[in-house]
């Protein structure tokens, strides 16, 4: 089971989640959040582990120009968008970054999920719904009703996920991939190595238990590698 490991502040603990397997880590762009990794942090931990795992940024109802420049700047391989953005942004994203495009939504019900149809990008992610909160609230949601979503588009399945529920999570749901922010922490912004040791473990340990396979994706060129721009679709 692919894990991303999000809210990533430190190289130290961007390091651990490389060396744990990581199939992602999550830098997060938004003022608001008190995970937000600054740019010049991300640009080092980028820097360092590219080639080893993708770089997801993490961004909410930002300009274009300003996650392009991001995107460059810190070698984002993924861009999660957790606002407003529509299909349209999402589209031009990838075309101006050559990177994945992950479309977030915060599950209130089932029709949320079924509208996520729209985004045809390159990987869809379900967090929980917690008025004026835009994700790490340590909240799940009703994984039943990931059960609208098309199947068309990977799935990551977010929100509230520990050591002690990704394996129930990743049961239901069967995603493509799950991710952590505060199920892994000590405190926000700081990781804590016990609890992602366990959380891989855990994910590990569930995904040997699935009988039949996920919805996966293509392999992903990394940043500067040559191929079809992410996002885009034949």
Request: hydrophobic share 45%.
């Amino acid at each position: 089971m692919k894990v991303k490991i999000c809210g990533i502040t430190r190289p130290d603990d961007a390091r651990q989640a490389a060396e744990l397997g990581a199939w992602a880590i999550g830098l997060i762009f938004h003022a608001d959040s008190p995970r937000r990794c600054e740019p010049a942090v991300a640009e080092e931990i980028a820097a360092e582990l590219r080639r080893r795992t993708e770089i997801a940024g993490v961004f909410v109802n930002r300009p274009l120009e300003e996650v392009a420049e991001l995107a460059d700047r810190c070698s984002l391989s993924i861009l999660q968008l957790h606002g407003d953005e529509g299909p349209v942004y999402c589209r031009e994203a990838a075309r101006r970054t050559g990177a994945r495009v992950m479309k977030a939504v915060r599950v209130k019900d089932a029709s949320t999920v079924r509208a996520l149809a729209a985004w045809w990008v390159d990987l869809h992610l379900l967090d929980a719904h917690v008025d004026g909160a835009r994700g790490g609230t340590g909240e799940s949601f009703n994984w039943e009703l990931a059960g609208a979503h098309s199947g068309r588009v990977p799935l990551v399945l977010s929100g509230g996920l520990t050591a002690d529920n990704v394996g129930a999570g990743i049961a239901a749901v069967r995603p493509f991939a799950v991710d952590t922010a505060s199920g892994t922490e000590a405190a926000p912004g700081r990781k804590s190595p016990a609890r992602m040791t366990a959380f891989f473990r855990a994910a590990d340990a569930a995904s040997t238990r699935l009988e039949t396979p996920v919805l996966g994706l293509d392999e992903p060129p990394r940043r500067g590698a040559s191929a079809q721009a992410p996002g885009a679709r034949p």
